[in-house]
């Protein structure tokens, strides 16, 4: 069955870094984009970008561009979400997700399966 | 950068009465050379992920209870339960596909009467 299981919870300083992981399995890696969901507390749920898994290319929202690294790592089949320079309203939860197949005419980028959450945060 | 808006907020029900969500796009979210509305609904349980509901506006996720109907198109969608359940207290989210920046709807909060 499909999963993806996510690393633990951090708690990081301001102006410091966190890089999240989320090991797919159930499924061939390369077939679907994964993507990095983030909930701020008792808030929404606000896409940070995807990493296209076959290739490593990469879309971010303008909310995080410049601040925000995502690399996938095909022997090991897991994404990496590094977020840089942290602030307070960083704290949240962090998911990955998988949505859209790589290689794909219809963009179906809805999300089917969701890792369990990371929580991030961020505090002096 | 495509905004979603859901109504209302929140809403009490009693348990076996309908629930409708609406949620409505700042600009159509449907494609005319396929046909499809690039929409989709999720359900997250308190300390839960998101789960997936509903997709192409109207196609119910593998497993998911036919009490879940999704409808609408352009611009404007509804998530419906036709008998809600003790087990459907949650928060209700729309999503649109159509584009990236993907983006979500803030969130429709049910609960039972």
């Known amino acids: 069955q499909v999963q993806l299981v996510q690393s633990g919870a951090e708690v990081q300083k301001p102006g410091a870094s966190v890089k999240v992981s989320c090991k797919a399995s159930?499924?061939?890696?390369?077939?679907?984009?994964i993507s990095w969901v983030r909930q701020a507390p008792g808030q929404g749920l606000e896409w940070m970008g995807w990493v296209r898994t076959f290739n490593g290319y990469t879309d971010y929202s303008q909310n995080f561009q410049g601040r925000v690294t995502m690399t996938s790592d095909t022997s090991t089949s897991t994404v990496y979400m590094e977020l840089r320079n942290l602030r307070s309203d960083d704290t949240g939860v962090y998911y990955c997700?998988?949505?859209?197949?790589?290689?794909?005419?219809?963009?179906?980028?809805?999300?089917?399966?969701w890792g369990q959450g990371s929580l991030v945060t961020v505090s002096s | 950068d495509i905004v979603m808006t859901q109504s209302p907020d929140s809403l009490a029900v009693s348990l076996g009465e309908r629930v409708t969500i609406d949620c409505k796009s700042s600009q159509s979210v449907f494609f005319s050379s396929n046909g499809h509305n690039y929409l989709a609904w999720y359900q997250q349980k308190p300390r839960q992920p998101p789960r997936l509901l509903i997709y192409w506006a109207s196609t119910r996720e593998f497993g998911v209870p036919d009490r879940f109907s999704g409808s609408g198109s352009g611009t404007d969608f509804t998530l419906t339960i036709s008998s809600l359940q003790a087990e459907d207290v949650a928060v209700y989210y729309c999503?649109?596909?159509?584009?990236?920046?993907?983006?979500f709807g803030g969130g429709t909060k049910v609960e039972i009467k």
């Open positions: 997700a998988r949505g859209g197949r790589s290689v794909t005419t219809d963009g179906e980028y809805y999300f089917d399966y």
């Open positions: 999503q649109q596909y159509y584009t990236i920046p993907l983006t």
């Open positions: 159930g499924y061939p890696f390369t077939s679907h984009l």
